[in-house]
């Protein structure tokens, strides 16, 4: 290690001393703080209120379902209400991550499709595939669990807005199975199963495509009639759509839980396009890129 | 005394994720580093879970234990498994 | 008198054990030269960015809660209660697209760097910075 490195050490460790000293006598003030911020009680009370009011605590406001979201889960309340704006643009952050990823491969593809034909041509070769993986005891009980983890990510996500889950969470849960039937399994056993990369595709967009239309949904019907509001969930008193439907808390809550679906469908297909592209066999690349060489 | 209790133990899964953390950069052998670093984020899931974050712990279970340490050790296998000095 | 001095020392305590984690993956990150050590370093520095976050949310009181309401139909008492007992829902709704989107981005870095390995035989960042062309 060279002198300059030493003095970059060295001013890195004096820096972080520095604010770990600031952050204990309370820079950011007393964090934590015993009471609650304004901004989160705020959302806290009014989630799951629409008819009750709470004149002493907010005296301006006089009628709560303005400002409600149908939901008992402040965290889903927020991600896909209060702040959705900031939700529909991460999840576009999302998508061009995923789009990236595959466009790395891009330049493969063609030739991954050449493979194919062959392979289906020669189908002694797809009958051998039962053959490779682990013990058979490994195999059952992995489809087991594919099947079981499945159920459980579509539980979560669709109970997202009454208990803790929703739709990143289902959707992150649901890429586990695909990637356990790869590591148990092997990736033609996803592939058989039906999760080709091209069916993924188009099962991520049809995902963000729902986001998009209910985002923009109140939006559009807005400017035809006046007072457009984005993102809208419940009716609000000064926007023109009537909102999505809430019959009671318990049954179908808002949008809250189309997002939560569609959100499931985007986050776990994106992530299983991802892993059918990463356990590609590395000799089928070598093989290309060898042949790449070889015509230059 | 509860709250001390909630609080020490609180600090110490922040220590093992501390412990985890400096293993995981200082370890030669990128399979090991890939393991430290998924003890990491189980002592993560469970810090998340006493600060009542239970949201976080169902996304965070599933993306830092299985998919990030399975990714990584793919990647390990593609590549090379030994850092050089 | 002797809890709120042990409960100031375990946060300090807190503090000091986060920005020591910071530091470890910091000089991960700068320091080490294979490419995967460093998207692991980089995975670390976000994992603590987002306990920090989760942190500001939190409360210093005992009976806490997640902000789950238990019941559908609440009403004023039911309110008050599960306001003075909830932590502040804000940083983990924030928290939670971050985790996921950083997962996203660590995908795309790792198949950049296995693509680097194909291409150029090495992951070490010394080799990789004497190519030409």
Do not use: C
């Not at chain 1, 989160?40 to 605590?57: P, T």
């Amino acid at each position: 290690m060279g002198t300059r490195e030493k003095i970059l050490l060295a001013l890195i460790i004096i820096s972080l001393a520095l604010l770990a000293v600031i952050l204990s006598f309370g820079a950011l003030g007393a964090v934590p703080l015993k009471t609650i911020r304004p901004l989160g009680s705020f959302y806290l009370y009014f989630m799951a209120n629409n008819n009750i009011m709470i004149q002493e605590i907010y005296p301006s406001i006089t009628k709560p379902s303005d400002f409600w979201a149908a939901s008992t889960e402040g965290v889903t309340a927020i991600l896909w209400d209060y702040r959705g704006l900031d939700t529909l643009f991460e999840t576009s952050v999302f998508f061009f991550a995923i789009i990236g990823s595959v466009s790395v491969f891009r330049y493969y593809s063609a030739s991954l499709e050449e493979k194919n034909k062959k392979n289906t041509n020669n189908s002694s070769i797809n009958t051998k595939t039962s053959d490779q993986g682990l013990s058979l005891i490994v195999k059952l009980i992995t489809r087991i669990n594919f099947v079981v983890i499945i159920a459980v990510s579509a539980s979560i996500a669709f109970h997202g807005q009454l208990t803790p889950g929703g739709g990143f969470q289902g959707g992150a849960t649901l890429a586990v199975a695909p990637l356990l039937a790869i590591a148990a399994l092997s990736r033609y056993f996803v592939e058989d199963v039906g999760l080709k990369k091209n069916t993924m595709l188009t099962i991520r967009t049809l995902g963000l495509l729902i986001i998009g239309l209910l985002a923009l949904a109140p939006l559009i019907m807005g400017l035809v009639g006046g007072n457009p509001y984005i993102m809208e969930n419940q009716p609000k008193s000064w926007a023109m759509f009537i909102g999505f439907p809430s019959f009671g808390l318990g049954v179908l809550l808002g949008s809250l839980a189309f997002y939560n679906m569609a959100e499931l469908l985007a986050v776990g297909a994106g992530f299983t396009v991802v892993f059918l592209l990463l356990t590609l066999p590395e000799e089928f690349f070598k093989k290309i890129l060898s042949r790449e060489v070889g015509e230059q | 005394m509860f709250y001390l209790l909630h609080l020490v133990m609180l600090v110490l899964m922040m220590s093992i994720g501390f412990v985890f953390a400096f293993l995981a950069i200082m370890e030669r052998d990128l399979l090991k580093a890939v393991v430290f670093s998924a003890g990491q984020a189980a002592a993560y899931v469970i810090v998340y879970y006493l600060l009542m974050s239970p949201d976080i712990v169902l996304a965070y279970a599933a993306i830092g234990v299985g998919i990030y340490s399975a990714v990584m050790i793919i990647a390990i296998k593609k590549t090379e498994r030994y850092e050089k000095v | 008198m002797i809890e709120e001095y042990l409960e100031k020392i375990l946060w300090t305590y807190m503090f000091f054990v986060m920005i020591a984690t910071f530091g470890v993956s910091i000089y991960g990150i700068v320091f080490r030269p294979n490419m995967l050590k460093k998207i692991i370093a980089l995975t670390i520095f976000g994992d603590t960015a987002n306990v920090f976050m989760i942190f500001i949310g939190y409360r210093a009181i005992y009976p806490i809660k997640p902000p789950v309401l238990w019941t559908s139909h609440p009403d004023k008492n039911v309110l008050n209660t599960f306001v003075s007992q909830s932590i502040d829902p804000v940083p983990p709704a924030l928290v939670i697209t971050a985790i996921v989107i950083n997962m996203a981005i660590t995908l795309l870095i790792t198949f950049l760097a296995i693509q680097a390995y194909r291409l150029y035989g090495s992951l070490d960042v010394r080799d990789l910075s004497k190519l030409k062309g």
